[in-house]
């Protein structure tokens, strides 16, 4: 059974950090990434990270302030989040693509993947 558990949301304050966990479990995964979905808008790609040689892509927002890693005795997934703003607030989704890379992008988009967990919530309070 494929898992994508997330943990580590919550509330900071505007300027605060967060660092969000994916444990991944039940499939070997090319990629891994994080999305968000803001209340009334799209989900929206955050970043990602390649399981084999660890390229990441970020979303132009978020790239110098977030930052996406992977430990692979734990097959876990973090996204640490730095200077966080009241419009980063979302429920951020973990993403996992069991499918090979034919190539390396710098974008991902939803179809990209092939599971997701079930969120966890970030609120920043200005």
């Known amino acids: 059974q494929v898992q994508l558990v997330e943990s580590g949301g919550g509330l900071a304050q505007a300027g605060g950090s967060l660092r969000l966990s994916c444990a991944a479990s039940g499939r070997t995964f090319s990629v891994l990434g994080w999305f968000r979905q803001a209340p009334q808008k799209e989900r929206e790609f955050v970043a990602a990270?390649?399981?084999?040689?660890?390229?990441?892509a970020y979303d132009g927002s978020v790239k110098g302030l977030f930052s996406i890693s992977r430990d692979d005795a734990k097959n876990t997934v973090y996204l640490q989040m730095n200077s966080l703003k009241p419009e980063d607030t979302a429920v951020y989704y973990c993403?996992?693509?069991?499918?090979?890379?034919?190539?390396?992008?710098?974008?991902?988009?939803?179809?990209?993947?092939?599971?997701w967990g079930q969120g966890t919530q970030v609120t920043v309070s200005s």
């Open positions: 993403a996992g693509r069991t499918r090979p890379l034919r190539n390396i992008p710098n974008y991902y988009r939803d179809w990209d993947f092939d599971y």
């Open positions: 990270i390649t399981w084999s040689g660890g390229h990441t």
